[in-house]
C-alpha cells in the first residue's frame, strides 16, 4: 500500500490538492449514486485524509469513544467526529478492537496489549495468532487446534484444545463459540466451563464452516458439513449445560470457504453468507429469506433497530454497503471502489477507511426514536 512520502514541498502542496479533489470526488459520488428505498437513504458528510504521519494524541485524559481502522499497513483510531487520534504502520501482524490493540508476531511467547491511547493494559505469555475483543483477548495455537482466552490485562482465563483444526468462531460478552475441521462444536463461558459440544452431523464430511452466537449467549448458529451443507440453530442457557437444535435448513449450494455469520442486537434474526448470496433467519419464527447478492461479507454493522443490517460486501475491488431488513428488503445501498476498506457503524453513523480516506456516511430516514442523532 503506497501513501504519500514525498519530501519536496510543491510535490507535498500538489499532492494535497489532488487528495482534496479526490475526496469531493468520493463524497459527490456517494451523494449520487445511492439508490433510495422510500425517504431511507446514506449521505456521505464528511472526509479525513489518512496520511502516512505518525499520529498519537489520544490522551488517558480524554475518555470519549474511540473506534479502530486498518487499511493496508497503517493502523489507528479516530474519534466520533472522524478525527483521527491515533495513526501509525504495521510493522508486521496487529489486531485491534475499540478499546484495545496489540502489534505481535506469531513465533513470539510475549504479546503486549495497548489501549488507544497507548498505555500497556497487560502482557499475554503465549505464542501464537491474537484476535482482540472489547473485553478479551484470544490465541490460537501456531498448531490451529487450541484458543486460549485471557482478559486484556493479560490474565489467562481458559483454554480449550481438541484434535482437530479450528475452522470457526464467535464470541460474544457472555461465551465464545469454536467450530472445528472435524465437525464439532463447543460453547464456553467466560469461567472456562464448557457449556456444550456436539457434532451436527448430516453431510458426507463434517466441517464447521461459519459460527455465531447471540449477544446474550442464549443462540448458537452454525453452518455444518461439506456434500449436503446446512445452518443449524442452537437455543442455549448461558448459565447450565442445556441446549437444543431449534432449527435446521440444508443449503441448495456448498460454501467451501469459511462463512460470515452474525446474529442482530436482539438475537432474533441472522443473517450469514451462501454460496451465492447472504441469507437472513427470523429465528422466532424459523423463517429463512434468501438474497442474490455478489461477493463476500467484509463485516455487518448491527448498531440500529432489531431485524436492521448494514452489510460491507467485497468482489474484486469492488464494495458494496447495503442497509437490509428481514425479509431480505434492501432499503439502501451504494457501490465504490477500493484496494482496501475497513468498516466501522456507531448508530446511524458509519465511518469506512477506504485506503487512505476515512469517510463518514450517515444513513437518513430510519425512525429517530432508534437512532443516535448526535
Not at 133 to 162: I, M, Q, R
Not at 342 to 370: C, S
Request: aromatic share 10%.
Amino acid at each position: 500500500m503506497q501513501y504519500n512520502r514525498t519530501s519536496m514541498n510543491v510535490k507535498i502542496k500538489i499532492a494535497l490538492f489532488f487528495v482534496l479533489a479526490l475526496m469531493f470526488s468520493l463524497v459527490y459520488t456517494f451523494i449520487i449514486a445511492i439508490p433510495l428505498k422510500g425517504n431511507i437513504f446514506f449521505e456521505a458528510v464528511s472526509a479525513t485524509v489518512i496520511s502516512n504521519e505518525e499520529i498519537k494524541k489520544a490522551s488517558e485524559e480524554d475518555k470519549a469513544e474511540l473506534f479502530p481502522f486498518l487499511v493496508g499497513k497503517r493502523f489507528g483510531y479516530f474519534n466520533a467526529e472522524g478525527k483521527i487520534v491515533h495513526s501509525e504502520s504495521v510493522p508486521y501482524e496487529v489486531t485491534l478492537s475499540r478499546t484495545a490493540f496489540a502489534l505481535y508476531q506469531p513465533q513470539n511467547t510475549k504479546t503486549e496489549v495497548f489501549s488507544p491511547q497507548g498505555k500497556v493494559l497487560g502482557r499475554i505469555q503465549s505464542a501464537g495468532f491474537v484476535h482482540l475483543t472489547d473485553s478479551a483477548a484470544y490465541v490460537f495455537t501456531p498448531g490451529g487446534n487450541a484458543v486460549t482466552c485471557y482478559s486484556l490485562s493479560g490474565e489467562k482465563k481458559w483454554h480449550y484444545e481438541h484434535t482437530a483444526i479450528v475452522s470457526a468462531f464467535n464470541s460474544s460478552p457472555v461465551a465464545t463459540v469454536i467450530g472445528f475441521s472435524d465437525g464439532k462444536i463447543v460453547c464456553i463461558d467466560n469461567d472456562g466451563t464448557v457449556l456444550f459440544d456436539l457434532y451436527p452431523g448430516g453431510s458426507k464430511y463434517e466441517v464447521i464452516v461459519g459460527a455465531a452466537i447471540s449477544t446474550d449467549g442464549t443462540k448458537i448458529a452454525c453452518i455444518s458439513g461439506v456434500d449436503r451443507q446446512r445452518v443449524v440453530l442452537i437455543q442455549s442457557s448461558a448459565e447450565s449445560a442445556h441446549y437444543k437444535i431449534v432449527y435446521h435448513q440444508y443449503l441448495s449450494q456448498t460454501l467451501r470457504r469459511q462463512a460470515f455469520m452474525r446474529f442482530d442486537s436482539s438475537g432474533d434474526f441472522l443473517l450469514f453468507e451462501l454460496a451465492k448470496g447472504i441469507a437472513l433467519l427470523d429465528c422466532p419464527n424459523e423463517k429463512l429469506s434468501v438474497m442474490d447478492e455478489e461477493g463476500v461479507i467484509v463485516d455487518v454493522g448491527v448498531d440500529l433497530d432489531v431485524g436492521l443490517f448494514t452489510v460491507l460486501m467485497q468482489k474484486d475491488a469492488r464494495y458494496t454497503l447495503s442497509l437490509i431488513r428481514q425479509p431480505a428488503n434492501i432499503l439502501a445501498q451504494t457501490s465504490f471502489e477500493a484496494k482496501n476498506a475497513y468498516f466501522v457503524q456507531d448508530k446511524n453513523h458509519i465511518f469506512l477507511a477506504l485506503d487512505d480516506k476515512l469517510i463518514r456516511v450517515d444513513i437518513h430516514g430510519l425512525d429517530a426514536r432508534l437512532l443516535d442523532t448526535k
